[in-house]
């Protein structure tokens, strides 16, 4: 078994042991075992299964190619197995977020590139004894359950301190395990340099490497069938839901961003017909052009949508981009978050105009009265002077803000643009909650006051 790199550590059948322990109890439990077939059915349910089959190919077609140019040997056999059954299977899921960010794919890259990679490859290298291996398993995972359970606990009292307390001892004990491997290493650095070494090392990242591609081509065809798939849902959109979606295929190909806005357009814009589909395709390669190279907005004109944009970058608030839908052009940022509070005060970002200049800008905190009002006021505050900066300039910023909190809800007028500061609340002075918005508006925006 050893030609084929299944010579155990002692921390390897240390986890075998807990995991083997787990799996006996899950059994032997009654109230749980049914919960965990029904786990079991759902991972393997036809649409999975079908998934997993073709990621077992494309590893094991990766495999094979590594092996040809002599970077596999069946000693590694072991290694590639724990990276399908971890790493692979895991990444999958990936997937989801280069969906929803398709910028992430560049994070994927780099990510395999960290030093951290070769620090925990040396620490894998050697192991303490079995015994020291079994007690310091379960420590280690109760250390982080407890860390991610403090987490989250953070508006309790005192929560801050025994967090920074678990966070020095994680330091603390990843240091010795670094430290004694190391030591190790460096001890009996004849027998632990070997061509095989530096395969088992760079045999993840390799791995990693050939199967972005995968992660990125399931990426692009879920967002084809969430986008489309949601239309053929909506009758009104069913009968031209299979012509979008092969329009879309030759129009964008894998740029997951375009068949985004695609779906998002027949939607948004209740687009019917085939023409329409011709159309919007049409405008979404031309705005991206435009992107590109965005064309200078004059100030009697109201501000550059691809400015604004980014207005409030600086705090993640970095809105979709600008559109047209049925009444107006508009792009948002819904909802991001001030806390990780059960009911966390959120922070918005709109921008509504024509489609060469936005002519209203709206900031909007909805607050929980169960949160700190104050905390949640300053963060709006800042926020509102940054983007009062952006349109006005920082001298007159401060004043201006001021004076639209003494004049509020009243709109002020400074050059032909109107700032008004508005609140609502709802609910009751404990429970309920709050919205506050700061509304900058261009004379030039349909339906001024």
């Not at 077992?56 to 094979?64: G, I, N, T, W």
């Not at 994070?107 to 079994?134: H, N």
Request: charged letters at 20%; one cysteine or more; glycine letters at 4%.
């Amino acid at each position: 078994m050893a030609d084929f790199g299944f010579d155990l550590s002692n921390r390897e059948i240390a986890t075998l042991i807990y995991l083997s322990l787990l799996l006996a109890s899950v059994l032997l439990w009654k109230e749980v075992r049914p919960l965990a077939f029904n786990v079991v059915r759902a991972f393997f349910m036809p649409q999975l299964a079908l998934l997993w089959l073709l990621m077992s190919f494309y590893v094991a077609v990766c495999v094979l190619l590594l092996a040809e140019v002599n970077l596999w040997e069946w000693p590694n056999l072991k290694s590639t197995l724990l990276w399908w059954v971890t790493i692979g299977f895991t990444s999958v899921f990936e997937a989801q977020q280069l969906k929803d960010k398709p910028h992430a794919l560049r994070k994927l890259v780099r990510d395999a590139f960290t030093l951290s990679a070769i620090i925990f490859f040396i620490a894998e290298l050697v192991s303490f004894p079995l015994w020291v291996e079994l007690l310091m398993l379960p420590a280690l995972v109760l250390l982080t359950l407890f860390i991610a359970v403090g987490e989250r606990q953070t508006d309790h009292p005192g929560a801050a301190r025994v967090l920074s307390l678990l966070y020095w001892l994680q330091f603390l004990l990843g240091l010795i395990i670094l430290g004694f491997s190391y030591w190790l290493v460096a001890a009996n650095v004849t027998k632990f340099w070997s061509l095989n070494t530096l395969r088992e090392f760079g045999l993840p990242l390799l791995l990693w490497l050939m199967f972005i591609p995968f992660i990125f081509l399931l990426a692009v065809y879920m967002t084809y069938e969430e986008a489309f798939n949601y239309l053929r849902t909506r009758p009104k959109h069913a009968s031209v839901a299979r012509y979008a979606r092969w329009r879309a295929l030759f129009a964008f190909g894998w740029n997951i961003e375009g068949v985004k806005r695609l779906s998002r357009d027949a939607r948004k814009r209740d687009i019917t017909d085939k023409q329409g589909i011709k159309e919007a395709i049409g405008e979404i390669k031309r705005l991206y052009k435009v992107e590109e190279n965005p064309p200078p907005v004059k100030r009697a004109d109201g501000w550059s949508p691809y400015e604004a944009r980014f207005f409030l970058e600086q705090y993640g608030l970095v809105t979709e981009d600008y559109h047209r839908t049925q009444w107006d052009w508009f792009a948002h940022i819904p909802s991001v978050k001030l806390n990780e509070k059960a009911l966390a005060d959120r922070i918005s970002y709109y921008l509504t105009g024509n489609e060469h200049a936005v002519t209203k800008l709206r900031l909007s905190l909805d607050g929980s009265n169960q949160n700190d009002t104050n905390e949640a006021q300053r963060a709006f505050d800042i926020r509102a002077l940054t983007l009062l900066t952006k349109t006005f300039d920082a001298e007159r910023a401060a004043v201006i803000y001021a004076s639209a909190q003494s004049s509020e809800p009243n709109a002020i007028v400074i050059d032909d643009v109107c700032v008004t500061l508005d609140r609502s609340n709802w609910g009751d002075d404990d429970l309920g909650g709050y919205v506050r918005n700061l509304t900058i508006q261009h004379f030039k925006h349909p339906g001024r006051r």
